[in-house]
C-alpha cells in the first residue's frame, strides 16, 4: 500500500528532552511537510522540504530542527528549546510542492505530551 | 495571501444536503480553492479542489460564483461519518505549497 507512516502515534517525553518523530512516505513525492496542530486550532506549518538535502522554515520554526537525506524520510526533532512542544504533529508530502494546488497526503499524525 | 473565512460550527441531521461557504473576498486571479476534511486525531484529507463555476467528484461539489469571493462546499445526504473538520484554503498554483494556510475550519456535526 502507498501511503505516509508516522510513528510512534502517542509519545511522551520529559521537560527539557530532545525527541525526533519519524514520517517515511512510499508515494515517491518530492515534497514532504511537518505541521503542528493545538486543541481546536488549524494546522500550523514548522518546516517543508521540496527535494532531497533542501528544506525551508516555515511560520513556527524556532525549537525544531528536520533533515532529508533521503526522499522517503523527513523526521522532525523538537528540541528543549521549544517552549510549548505539547501538541499533535502531522507530517504530509505532495508530488512537488512547487505549487500550492498539489494535493498535500497526510500521515495518522503522532501526539506528542512533554511531562 | 487570501484570508479565508468560514463558519465555526454547523450541526445536520443524516441524510440531510450540507452546504458550507467560505469568504475570501481577496481572492487573486492566479487563486485556486482547496477544501480538506480532517477526522479527530487524523491527518486532514483533500476533498475537492476548483478555480470557477461547478466541480464535482464522487465526494462532494463545489460552487464557485463569477466573482470568485466565496465558494460553498456541499456535501449531499450527509452520515453520521461525515462529522469532522472541513478547511477552505486559498493559494495561488505558482505559489509553493508552504503558502497553504489551514485555519480553524468548520466543525460539523452530524446526528440521527
Known amino acids: 500500500d502507498g501511503g505516509i507512516t508516522q510513528s510512534p502515534k502517542y509519545l511522551f517525553r520529559k521537560e527539557g528532552q530532545n525527541v525526533t518523530l519519524s514520517c517515511e512516505q512510499n508515494?515517491?513525492?518530492?515534497?514532504m511537510y511537518w505541521y503542528r496542530q493545538d486543541p481546536g486550532q488549524g494546522l500550523r506549518l514548522i518546516y517543508y522540504?521540496?527535494?532531497?538535502?533542501?528544506?525551508q522554515k516555515g511560520d513556527i520554526a524556532e525549537g525544531y530542527s528536520v533533515s532529508r537525506e533521503k526522499k522517503e524520510s523527513f523526521p522532525l526533532t523538537v528540541t528543549s528549546a521549544q517552549k510549548n512542544p505539547t501538541a499533535f504533529y502531522l507530517c504530509a508530502s505532495s508530488m512537488s510542492g512547487r505549487t500550492s494546488t498539489d494535493t498535500q497526503y497526510f500521515g495518522p499524525g503522532t501526539r506528542l505530551t512533554v511531562l | 495571501l487570501a484570508k479565508t473565512t468560514q463558519p465555526i460550527s454547523m450541526d445536520s441531521y443524516e441524510g440531510q444536503e450540507v452546504n458550507i461557504t467560505c469568504s475570501h473576498n481577496?481572492?487573486?486571479?492566479?487563486?485556486?480553492i482547496t477544501w480538506y476534511q480532517q477526522f479527530p486525531s487524523q491527518g486532514p484529507r483533500f476533498i475537492i479542489q476548483?478555480?470557477?463555476t461547478k466541480v464535482t467528484n464522487e465526494v462532494a461539489s463545489l460552487f464557485i460564483p463569477a466573482d470568485r469571493k466565496s465558494s460553498t462546499l456541499s456535501l449531499p445526504r450527509v452520515s453520521l461519518s461525515d462529522t469532522a473538520v472541513y478547511y477552505c484554503l486559498v493559494a495561488a498554483a505558482t505559489g509553493t505549497a508552504s503558502k497553504l494556510t489551514f485555519g480553524t475550519g468548520t466543525r460539523l456535526q452530524v446526528t440521527l
Open positions: 522540504s521540496q527535494i532531497v538535502n533542501d528544506f
Open positions: 476548483g478555480y470557477k
Open positions: 508515494l515517491n513525492h518530492d515534497a
Open positions: 481577496n481572492i487573486a486571479t492566479n487563486d485556486y
